[in-house]
């Protein structure tokens, strides 16, 4: 699957860049022919895919079947001790994102609308494929929201943009210890048979299930889940509405040079130790769609983390214009020495009007902020959500939908084994030293 997701990358970048060069009248003959090359070698991987595809899926169905034929009413809880454990966060996985960005076109007719929808889902389908459980279910929601945006607004084009992502953070259960009653009713309730039969009230039968080798009490096992490991995906998707200023919407070398910069803003911020897509890159993406004329539409979606659009810091910004000292002179009411009382007036008259000033200024750089705010929120909700997701998946104590799972098998002769080690240690913490049981009989003596 890996390679073939990676040889259809490979083509569609390489459609936009022959596209761009078609635009510049660059002859792309002797090109063509080796994407044909390419091609069949997405062919070739996407057959060798689909067929072991539809082996697996067939097994995983019999599976399923057997699932439906559980009794889950004869389950027993847990045989961990869950008040001695504490969920410990550990590096114990590795980061990595994935990140693919395409342009969708709008071609106004319902068959092609139909053919977009289809298109976005089979891509983010594609690109969330390591959370499996959550792929079709956030395919489907992104086609929907497309849908929406079709049925509401004239559009140009989407751009879509991806993310599937590992945490390297995993939550472990430690120190794993058994509640040895809950895990002898378990492993009964589980494999319990006439001749094999955890009993604490039989502790020779304990000793002699203890010191198997092999055999049920050994090989059968109970299935513990001690810690589990994270992902989560991210879909963001910028709805260009057509507008009278371009009715067109934008040319195929616009489109490919718009994805390029994308793309290749996020290559170099990762080159460099950063996250996310270098911010001149962004600004220059945002300003091409501006000058276009585009009204922006974003819809975003997010799986397995919190992120949130950074508002702008308000505070900080009164903070610098305002800059009052600690003590104001008392100018204004009564003249200084040597001026009259019309002077001290005109002085006062004056630090108003400097006050007034400020607090004018301030108020026009509040203004001015919340409309470059408000005009630049569709594009700047987005990029920013994008930065905080990747933001949020580094983090020590991120969380996101399990992906795989840390477990440890127990088996009978284990149980057994610690159930007779803890009778014996609670009957040496309850029965007196030698000692003491020496000293205290009748015939002790003491030397002198």
């Not at 086609?143 to 390297?168: F, P, Y």
């Not at 992120?307 to 702008?312: L, Q, S």
């Not at 305002?322 to 001290?344: A, D, L, N, W, Y």
């Amino acid at each position: 699957m890996e390679r073939m997701h990676s040889l259809m990358s490979m083509r569609r970048s390489l459609s936009m860049t022959l596209s761009e060069m078609m635009s510049m009248g660059i002859d792309v003959t002797a090109l063509e022919s080796r994407l044909e090359e390419l091609n069949h070698a997405i062919a070739q991987a996407a057959s060798d895919y689909i067929s072991k595809r539809l082996d697996n899926d067939a097994a995983i169905q019999v599976e399923r079947d057997r699932l439906l034929e559980i009794d889950l009413s004869g389950l027993s809880e847990s045989p961990l001790d869950l008040s001695q454990c504490q969920v410990e966060r550990k590096p114990l996985a590795s980061d990595s994102v994935q990140i693919d960005i395409q342009y969708f076109k709008h071609l106004g007719t319902e068959g092609a609308a139909g053919a977009v929808r289809s298109r976005v889902e089979q891509m983010v389908r594609e690109n969330t494929a390591g959370q499996p459980q959550q792929a079709s279910k956030l395919a489907g929601q992104a086609g929907a929201l497309v849908a929406q945006q079709q049925d509401s607004h004239d559009l140009v084009g989407t751009l879509v943009i991806t993310a599937n992502a590992t945490h390297r953070q995993v939550a472990m259960l430690q120190p794993v210890k058994l509640d040895l009653q809950k895990a002898m009713d378990a492993w009964n309730a589980s494999f319990a048979s006439a001749t094999l039969r955890l009993n604490p009230a039989d502790p020779v039968g304990l000793i002699k299930v203890a010191s198997q080798t092999r055999g049920d009490a050994v090989d059968k096992n109970l299935t513990l889940l001690t810690g589990v490991a994270y992902g989560s995906s991210f879909v963001g998707m910028i709805h260009l509405v057509r507008s009278k200023m371009s009715p067109s919407g934008l040319s195929d070398a616009e489109i490919a040079a718009m994805v390029e910069r994308l793309r290749v803003g996020t290559l170099i911020n990762s080159e460099s130790g950063g996250i996310g897509t270098e911010q001149s890159v962004l600004d220059e993406v945002r300003q091409m769609i501006s000058d276009q004329g585009f009204t922006a539409h974003v819809s975003i979606l997010v799986n397995g983390a919190l992120t949130t659009p950074a508002a702008k810091n308000v505070e900080a910004l009164v903070d610098r214009t305002i800059k009052v000292p600690p003590r104001m002179p008392f100018v204004g009411v009564f003249p200084m020495p040597g001026e009259t009382f019309s002077q001290g007036a005109r002085a006062g008259q004056t630090v108003a009007q400097v006050e007034a000033g400020k607090v004018s200024g301030l108020v026009s750089a509040l203004g001015s902020m919340d409309k470059a705010h408000d005009a630049g929120i569709d594009l700047s909700t987005l990029f920013t959500a994008f930065d905080n997701y990747l933001t949020a998946i580094a983090s020590a104590d991120s969380v996101g939908t399990p992906i795989g799972f840390y477990v440890k098998r127990i088996n009978a002769a284990q149980i057994a084994r610690e159930w007779l080690e803890a009778t014996e240690a609670r009957r040496r913490a309850t029965e007196p030293p030698v000692a003491q049981t020496a000293a205290a009989s009748p015939g002790a003596t003491s030397k002198k």
